[in-house]
Every structure is written in structure tokens, then in C-alpha cells.
């Protein structure tokens, strides 16, 4: 399971998180007004951390504990949930025409799910 879940992760980041171009069009539109470039220097920084540990792939099974814990606190939370100032921008996302931006953001929930896994196996004591 874990390998199957690693290899997931690698192709997501392959497929999705690790492919330009970032959507910034699309983030001006759902991130009108003074909220734009708050919202967007959060979203950016959550989708690059989620995505730079996905690009692990299989080594994340080699990496510190100490930089486990690290990559489960950064993924601990979905990015609305970590960031609820930005719910009505949430809002807007969903009923906008965003489709590249709401693909990424799928996607990378997607990836830190996986993660979540991945780390969650990797804590669990084995008897």
C-alpha cells in the first residue's frame, strides 16, 4: 500500500503539481481587490510546500524523522481550513470559471491527502 500511495504521489507531481504555468490569471479573478495579493502569497506558498514534498516521491521514505514531522504539519490542513480569511475567495472560486485553478487546488488536496497517508504509516509503531 505505502509504495502504491508513493508512487501515486511521484506521478501527481509529474502529471499536475510540478507543471506550469501557475495560474495567476485566474487567481486575479477570484482574489479581486485588497484580498489579491494576501490571498495569493498564502496560496502560493501552500501549493509550492505541498508540492515540494510530493516531489519526494519514494525518498520520502528515506528522509528524517524530524523532516516527517515538518511535512505533517505542513499538510495537516486543507488550505481553506488552515486559511478560513479567505472563505469568500473559496466562495468565489467555486462559482467562477477557474478551471486551472481549480484543477490545481484539487490536485494538490489530492497530493497532501497521499501524504498525510504516506506520514501517518511511517509514525505508526510496528509490533
Known amino acids: 500500500m505505502k509504495e502504491e500511495t508513493l508512487v501515486k504521489l511521484r506521478q ?5 503539481l510540478g507543471k506550469g504555468p501557475f495560474p495567476l490569471k485566474q487567481v486575479r479573478e477570484v482574489g479581486k481587490g485588497k484580498d489579491y495579493d494576501y ?7 501552500w501549493l509550492a510546500d505541498i508540492a515540494g ?3 519526494h516521491g519514494k525518498r520520502l521514505n528515506k528522509i528524517s524523522a524530524e523532516r516527517k514531522s515538518e511535512f505533517r504539519q505542513l499538510a ?3 488550505f481553506f481550513t488552515e486559511h478560513p480569511q479567505f472563505r469568500r475567495i473559496q466562495e468565489r472560486i467555486s ?3 477557474v478551471p486551472d485553478l481549480k484543477r490545481l487546488m484539487e ?3 489530492t497530493a497532501r491527502l497521499l501524504i498525510l497517508e504516506v506520514l501517518a504509516e511511517e509514525s505508526t509503531p510496528k509490533n
Open 53 to 55: 514534498i510530493a516531489s
Open 76 to 78: 495537516a490542513q486543507p
Open 95 to 97: 462559482k467562477s470559471d
Open 107 to 109: 490536485s494538490t488536496e
Open 39 to 45: 490571498f495569493h502569497g498564502h496560496l502560493d506558498h
Open 12 to 16: 501527481l507531481y509529474e502529471a499536475e
